[in-house]
Structure formats: structure tokens, C-alpha cells
């Protein structure tokens, strides 16, 4: 499978290219800002219930 990233270059110094997605990146795009919001919505919850855990010995 191949895929390809649309983009566009500019004349100028230093060079300038602009990427754009796909409409499947897009579509992932909003999948991946959704989880990082969750994470960073629950990120003190979540190093609370880190800093309560029990320590396992390995």
C-alpha cells in the first residue's frame, strides 16, 4: 500500500513546503486530538492513582 502527502512548495528562502492530510489523515487527525485531550483532561487523576498504587517488587 502506498500512500502519498499532498503537498505544495513556495518559492523563497529557505525553502517552504506545506503539507496537507488526506481526508483519512483527517479523519485520524480527529481521532488522535480526541485521546490526546483525554490524556491531558486525566493527566493529574491519573498520576494521582500512580502515586497510590501499591509497588510491585520485579
Do not use: F, K, W
Not at 27 to 34: K, L, M, N, R, S
Amino acid at each position: 500500500m502506498q500512500a502519498s502527502l499532498p503537498s505544495s512548495a513556495a518559492a523563497g528562502l529557505p525553502p517552504h513546503v506545506e503539507y496537507t492530510l488526506t481526508p483519512l489523515g483527517q479523519d485520524i487527525a480527529g481521532h488522535v486530538q480526541a485521546l490526546a485531550d483525554c490524556v491531558e483532561g486525566n493527566l493529574m487523576r491519573s498520576l494521582q492513582a500512580q502515586a497510590q498504587a501499591p509497588t510491585v517488587a520485579t
